[in-house]
């Protein structure tokens, strides 16, 4: 067999393989040998079948084997006697022409392919003692948590009813008749709803006119749906909605202890202050991670400077502009509404693509020489949260893992990253600094914030929820605003 190297053009190979006539023949007349015993052809006995006679029968098939074997196994040998890792799976080309093909099938002519691939290219390791990154920690007091848990406790309160007028705060059950034009609309009726005046639930302008009713009241409501309601047939519309009021409730006070702790669920005022106090750390735990990952991320692009593979930053940035342009499709925008064009779009989104494949890389490279690994309980914790996310779909998500060809590696990939996350924290330079809350999450929101406007993607989960708010779009209920994130920086 021969290996001539046709190309080597920055990080892109081609070789030419050649096997000689001689050689497929004679790895033909092996594989018969081996099936010669097992064939039964009739007017032969078992095993006496001529060589002759086998390959004038199955020689083209034996060989066509021979040949989808070759392909397949070859060129990951021959990369691995050059020292090389190719990006992506290498593509092969034979021969089109039919007559040449037929040749080779009969151990008339040499068998000749070509493989082109590119090369992960050899990245040199370098001391990361230097790098320095700052580390947000917020204090959490007594006061924020009781904030919270008087949060939580909102589905808790218990209302009675009272006489009079209505006032902010309070619960009014009503019966509601929607119309546009004097004509009623499908979803605008609903009977003993409940409404917390001051919730800001149904669309602007609906409650406020509910403060001052009592109980027994008639009233007819003029209100205008938004221009951005997702029923088009309501959007930006004056409608009335006839409303009875059939009771007025105050809400009565929250109080932290023990009662309270037994209506959510827990034995002790104690437990929910825990419990609490976790999620908050939690939440915050999470933006300072990404926040000093995001650092550290920073200054390894700026430490690593090599090309990168193009084939790889091509499949990287059709991810991200197929999910940009589903969420603008979402969102009812274009890229002039993001102040900016496609072109300028594309530009930046390909850098973008360029930096997670080259971190990716460098985080690869680093994650191997340190020995991380990822165990197989890690693995199976990610798949049971996959699963957890598709309730009544358990079944079809776990198959999908089970039986595709690479979906494991993509519940490994985010694990490895963060245990290489780890380990460089571990080498790095980490300076604690309390902040206030506000300073923690508003940092956040303008470190979301893409350089030049060039960031045109809700988040994902903020165009789904507007989505499913389309499913009750009749109902008076205003449209929740979603706020926009950028694209995730993360080496993934």
Known sequence: ???????????????????????MQARMNERLAEVKDRIRINGFRPGKVPV????????????????????????TEILTDRGEKSATQPEIAMTEDEAEADKILKAEADFEFTVAYEIIPAIELKDVSGINVTREVVEIGEDEINEQILRIAESARTYESKKGKAENGDRVTIDYLGKVDGVAFDGGKDEDAELVLGSNRFIPGFEEQLVGAKAGDEKTITVTFPADYPAANLAGKEATFDVTVKDVAAAAPIEINDELATKLGLESADKLKEIVRGQIESQYGSVTRQKVKRQLLDQLDELYQFETPERLVDAEFENIWRQINT??????KTFADEDTTEEEARTEYRK????RVRLGLVLSEIGEKAGVQVSD?????SLFEQLRQFPGQEKQIYDYFKNTPGAAASLRAPIFEEKVVDHLLSEISVTDKTVSKEDLMADDEAEEKPAAKKA?????AAAKAEAAEGDEAAAPKKKASAKKKAADESAE
């Not at 045109?456 to 994902?460: E, Q, R, S």
């Open 1 to 23: 067999m021969q290996v001539i190297e046709t190309l080597a053009q920055g990080l892109k190979r081609e070789l030419k393989v050649v096997i000689p006539a001689d050689e």
């Open 52 to 75: 002759a006679h086998l390959k004038k029968v199955y020689g083209k098939s034996i060989m066509a084997d021979l040949v989808n074997e070759l392909v397949r196994e070859k060129p």
């Open 327 to 332: 969420d603008l499709q979402q969102a009812g």
């Open 352 to 355: 973008l693509a360029e930096r």
């Open 377 to 381: 309980e890690e693995m199976q914790r």
């Open 456 to 460: 045109p993607a809700k988040k994902k």
